[in-house]
Antibody
């Protein structure tokens, strides 16, 4: 079965950096587009970034453009999100999800990022 | 940007009741509308894709309908395990997709 496992979250000061990882199993990772979605504590879902199966096509939400970088390593079945210049408002649970057709059919359990001084 | 507005924000319901949650898009999205269920302390799970197609393994009491700007998620015969927050999601402007604000269902 498809499994997505995020890691790399933690507590960081404003202006700091974190790199999130998402390890995929149970799927041919290189066949699928992937996405990051976040959820601030007690809030709704917020799309963050999207990468094609080859990694050549990438999109970002305006709120993170220029600060976050999505990437993938198909040989390692892994998705990444490099987050720089972090702000308090970036505090959230970050989920990776598989893009199938135009919807998100499998999600990881999430990793919590807290930005606080 | 397409804005999705769900109603209600919160609903307290009894088991076996029929529940209807609506999602309205700020402009037409054809049938590019999907529904997710998020139970407390869990990640979201896909329920319905393309407005009315059930995802694999989803109980038959969940159904979806609608097209254009108005969509509905229906739960026929609510079960206690259906206590969750439900989100609609539009992919008409993929990759820049958006979600509704969520509808929290409480089971009495």
């Amino acid at each position: 079965q498809v499994q997505l496992v995020e890691s790399g979250g933690g507590l960081v000061k404003p202006g700091g950096s974190l790199r999130l990882s998402c390890a995929a199993s149970g799927l041919t990772f290189s066949d699928y587009y992937m996405t990051w979605i976040r959820q601030a504590p007690g809030k709704g879902l917020d799309w963050v970034s999207y990468i094609s199966n080859s990694g050549r096509t990438i999109y970002y939400a305006d709120s993170v453009k220029g600060r976050f970088t999505i990437s993938r390593d198909n040989a390692k079945n892994s998705l990444y999100l490099q987050m720089n210049s972090l702000r308090v408002e970036d505090s959230a649970i970050y989920y990776c999800a598989r893009v199938f057709s135009n919807f998100f059919d499998y999600w990881g359990q999430g990793t919590l990022v807290t930005v606080s001084s | 940007e397409i804005v999705l507005t769900q109603s209600p924000d919160f609903q307290s319901v009894t088991p076996k009741e029929k529940v209807t949650i609506t999602c309205r898009a700020s402009q037409s999205i054809d049938r590019s509308l999907h529904w997710y269920q998020q139970k407390p302390d869990q990640s979201p799970k896909l329920l319905i894709k393309y407005a009315s197609q059930s995802f694999s393994g989803v109980p038959s009491r969940f159904s979806g309908s609608g097209s254009g700007t108005d969509f509905t998620l229906t739960i026929n015969g609510l079960e206690p395990e259906d206590a969750a927050t439900y989100y609609c999601h539009q992919s008409s402007t993929l990759p820049h997709s958006s979600f509704g604000q969520g509808t929290k269902l409480e089971i009495k």
